[in-house]
Each structure stands twice: as C-alpha cells, then as structure tokens.
C-alpha cells in the first residue's frame, strides 16, 4: 500500500530538537574531557579546547563531506561546519572558563 501523504515539519520543533542535541552533544564532550582529564590523559584548559578546535577544523577542511559537482555548494557546506565547529568549541572554552 503505497502512502502518498506529505510530511510536515514544523520549523519550531525541528530547530528546538537540534538544538537539544547540540546541548546534550557538548555536555557529553565537556564530560569526555573531564574524565580524561582526571586520569591525567589531558590537561584541560580552555587552550587544550581551542587545539582540539584546530585540530577538528582542520580534518573537517581536509575532508570531502559532501561530494557536490558544485564547488560553491561544497565550500559553503564546509565553512557551515567549520562555523558550527569554531562556536561549538568556543562554548566548551568558555564553559571551562566559567566552571574550573
């Protein structure tokens, strides 16, 4: 039985659910972090986080994500991730910052 009916998604929950992703993702890394850093594997400081961050910039620059025939679709892709990235990051730093 063939189901032609259209799904909608209401823009609200769509953005409240990723961001409750995002939340929950950077929480689970601060713990991650917190772990290895009471194990003595890190020194975590919100430096170490900013390295992390190049470091994740730079795999994610030097990755094929998508694989567009546009140049221009693949660039903004790239630089979308490497944005959400840069403020995940920062968030975790400042986050650290806050909470020693």
């Given at each position: 039985?063939?189901d032609?009916?259209?799904v909608?998604?209401d823009?609200?929950?769509?953005v409240?659910r990723?961001?409750?992703l995002?939340i929950l993702?950077?929480?689970l890394?601060v713990v991650?972090l917190r772990?290895?850093?009471?194990?003595?594997?890190?020194?975590l400081t919100?430096?170490?986080?900013?390295e992390?961050?190049?470091?994740y910039t730079a795999?994610v620059?030097?990755?094929?994500i998508i694989?567009s025939?546009?140049?221009?679709?693949?660039?903004?892709?790239?630089?979308?991730?490497?944005h959400n990235?840069e403020?995940?990051?920062?968030?975790?730093?400042?986050?650290?910052?806050?909470?020693p």
């Open positions: 039985m063939k032609d009916s259209e909608q998604l823009p609200v929950a769509t409240a990723i961001t409750a995002e993702t950077r929480q890394m991650q772990i290895l850093d009471e194990l003595g594997q890190i020194d919100p430096a170490y986080v900013r992390l961050a190049t470091i795999k620059d030097e990755s094929k694989e025939s546009s140049s221009e679709v693949n660039y903004e892709f790239k630089l979308n991730v490497i990235l403020r995940f990051f920062d968030e975790i730093a400042d986050h650290l910052t806050a909470n």
